[in-house]
């Protein structure tokens, strides 16, 4: 049962490089979100995607695109990589209860670094 | 700005004691959640408790809400040295599929 999986795990960049973090998650979810964690902030929402074929900005877009490929698939992509975007990427995945969140199932990871 | 604030930032204890987390919000909520991190790894979700709720429990884990102080506690009993990792909670507002997460709390159990 593998849950919600990224790739890669690892990555460097130099700035102004594009690359694109892939998410995929086997539990039906309708809901898909993408975090970045940076030390003493937390986690704060980039984008999230409700149900298939939507996508929504969160709290900190700038930088980025998204896109969900279909229910399972959900890819974030940094066009012209900065190195304020040195963090840890996390994907996650929920079942919609209506208008409520609920339980955020989330891959290990993606940390990257932008030199 | 971050919806949830955890306190205190760090916490050490030692094996066996009680552990206690503390979570304040600005906003209204519909349920708010607490989640566990171990070094290096993704988030697992702990507990959830709704906004008509006052009180949860799930094996060692007890988790409070009290909506008109706008603050959740999270209760560790019996603490052990695998719990040693942080802590967050989240609150859900209910405006969509948004959950806003806390900066955590780092908490080691010393053996």
């Known amino acids: 049962n593998a849950g919600v999986t990224q790739t890669p795990k690892f990555q460097v960049l130099k700035t102004g490089q594009s690359m694109t973090l892939q998410c995929a998650q086997d539990?039906?979810?309708?809901?898909m979100y993408w975090y970045r964690q940076d030390p003493g902030m937390g986690l704060r929402l980039i984008y999230y995607?409700?149900?298939?074929?939507?996508?929504d900005k969160g709290e900190v877009p700038n930088g980025y695109n998204v896109s969900r490929l279909n229910k399972r698939e959900f890819s974030l992509r940094l066009e012209s990589a900065a190195p304020s975007q040195t963090s840890v990427y996390f994907c996650a995945s929920s079942a919609r209860q209506g208008m409520y969140t609920g339980e955020l199932f989330f891959g290990e990871g993606s940390r990257l670094t932008v030199l | 700005s971050q919806q949830g604030e955890e306190d205190p930032q760090a916490l050490s204890i030692q094996e066996g004691e009680n552990a206690t987390m503390n979570c304040s919000y600005k906003?209204?909520?519909?349920?708010l959640q607490w989640y566990r991190q171990n070094s290096g790894r993704g988030l697992v979700h702990l507990i959830l408790i709704r906004s008509n709720e006052r009180e949860k429990h799930s094996g060692r884990l007890r988790v409070t809400l009290d909506t008109s102080k706008k603050s959740s506690s999270l209760l560790i009993t019996a603490s052990r040295a695998a719990d040693t990792a942080s802590y967050f909670c989240a609150t859900d507002r209910g405006m969509g599929s948004r959950l806003t997460f806390g900066e955590g709390t780092q908490l080691t159990v010393n053996p």
């Open positions: 539990m039906n979810h309708n809901s």
């Open positions: 906003t209204s909520i519909n349920n």
């Open positions: 995607s409700a149900s298939e074929g939507t996508t």
